[in-house]
């Protein structure tokens, strides 16, 4: 049993009582964002404890010079990083003589509480101070999800048994820092500033690529709903900008300040209109006032609900888990522009630096695709295609063809420096064509392949070519040197998966041209020139198609992971003492890539892609062949098993793997989640549930499901928007029921029959298990 770091309740996180030991843990799960800007759950008065102080503001990062011990040509300059920005929550306060730090004053009743319902952060205790005084203080915070550059927090204090004299200090700091910096440097410089009473803004810039931000706030102080004009002093320094104001808080009155704040960058607007464009956005949320703010953004929290709730009945820990993860990628990634991405660690952590991993294509586009409006998934495939030309320039630089994109980044230049991933993790491309594939299959939106889509695909399908190399004693093409999904392999020949996904690519690209030359003609001939694509190109194409080598092990009839790996020492999990997982924590780096354990689903990873390819026999058993050796120490690992594992019929395992991804932070499951939380490994637990329970595919045009309901449940839903269509598909122990919530007449599958489904209409059919009998080893 984990340890429970939180009350389980379905809409809410809650800590209980101050956890100094464990705060940074809190600080991550308490994370806010809104797609624009987000910060941990860090407290607004002084804290002098152990703290990760954290404000991110999407887009703006730092290129910090790469540190490595041993420089490798092809390295990248540069290791991105998610910049810490301007700390505008602060709020000093001293009650009396005594200043707040919860470190070091007497607290009871301590709360803090993430509302998943309504998007915001909520803080109660009472202080006692040395003479005896209480104090009850209620702080709540959001950043709007309506006005994206707009975040308010509002910060009562009651005194209890005394009449106070309280001094606020709301503030505004640029002296920040990552604490991941690569030569312990600070990132941002001071441009301007000015502070009045009630008022200030503070514009800084990076010392490197010049991101400019400016953060203006502007705030008002209430007793009793009576605004009060305090004594007010100015204080500015560098970096830094603030008030103190000061009143007198009567025995059992509630006073309130109101910090409103608006964060503009030179992203949305030219450097010389931020500052303007920051103060008329904070002006706008001052008048408008917290409460009709705070109105509109919870009613925006509630729509996003009704899009992408999933209900789960009979078992509260397993709601709360689900809500979580869809709230966190909910703040994480709105879609509004097309230039940002889905960080592993989003505005929760500094971790993982660069923003944009293969995860997005693999792993969260399959939510947002689901369970937003069409263009939110297309916003994230433009992304990639705005990058094609650095993703070309990336595969020169490697003295290759075509575009192999980068493993982590943030403008489209590589950013990872370990030669084993940042050279040879090449499987990312062909995720990216997937992603394609993927989004027009599920959207029928085709036009994509001709505006966007063809290109990305032949220039990732030229780098393929490019980088196998043709075995005449075998007369088939190979691929050298890779790593696979599962990183504890390095340099391995010919992973299967890579192997699989690359001739996959290839015949995809070749798909599509055919399917543009027929439909598209115009725009055809159009890209067929600028990307000077000949017909020998592609029958060489079809030619490593058709010869491309996959690794297999004849006498267990499996894919094999790579060349050579039936020679190792065959082991299970189980084998591994308990005191020695996990093994990226306990085990040398040699000795893990001896070992059989793999680290994430990899030959497992092909047979989710690629499900139509394989009956249920194949993935069955390389299901019982790969998962007793996968030690699951990638977050993104267990739900791709999950979802194999539901669809062979596997129920209690699959219900056993999604547990391992679905409170992973909450239950600080990898002893990890004081860096921040695992964003894009949310979209899995998602995944776990509508392809995995549910079994949602497409299938020719078609939408199918297969649901089954885990033993521990007693009913749950899942909303998908497929087409056009949003269907909320409800199973509990017995029947599933389908309701078209919006959208015409049309044909689903359900458990591979044909069914109509009315405007309007709903459909209830009688579970039915997978029939295939083999025993899990
Ligand atoms: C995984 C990668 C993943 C990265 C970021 C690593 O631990 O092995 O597949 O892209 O984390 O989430």
Redesign the pocket.
Known sequence: MNKQYTKIDEWNIIEEGLHPDDNRIYESIMSIGNGHMGMRGNFEEDYSGDSLQGTYIAGVYYPDKTRVGWWKNGYPEYFAKVLNATNFIGIGVMIDDEVIDLAKTKVEDFKRILNMKHGYLLRTFTIVDSKGRKTKVEVKRFTSIKDLEVAAISYSITPLNHDASVTFTPYLDGDVSNEDSNYGEKFWLEVDKSVDKYEGHLTMKTKKLDFHVCTAMKYNVLQDNIELKGQIESIEKEKYVGNTITVTAKKGSTTTLYKYIAVTTNRDYPVNEIKNASIERVNYAYDKGFDKLFEEHSNAWEERWLESDIIIEGDPSAQQGIRFNIFQLNQTYTGHDPRLNIG?KGFTGEK?GGST???TEAYCLNFYLSTREQNIARNLLIYRYNHLEKAKENARKLGMKGALYPMVTMNGEECHNEWEITFEEIHRNAAISYAIYNYVRYTDDKDYLAEYGFEVLVETSRYWADRVNYNPFKDKYMILGVTG?N?YENNVNNNWYTNTMAAWNLDYTLKVKEFLKNEYPDRYEELIDKLNLTDKETEKWQDIIDKMYYPYIESLDVFEQQDGYMDKEMKTVDDIPKDELPINQNWSWDRILRSCFI??ADVLQGLYFLNDRYDLETKKRNFDFYEPKTVHE???SPCVYSIIAAEIGYEDKAYELYLRTARLDLDNYNNDTDDGL?I??MAGTWMSIVHGFGGMRIKNDTLSLSPFIPKAWARYSFKILFRGHLLKVITDKDQVRIVQEKGDTFTLKIYDEDYTLNENGEITVDIQHQQISLAVN
């Open positions: 592993p993982y991993y293969w995860d999904p990183e680290k994430q990638s977050s993104l695992h894009t490994s």
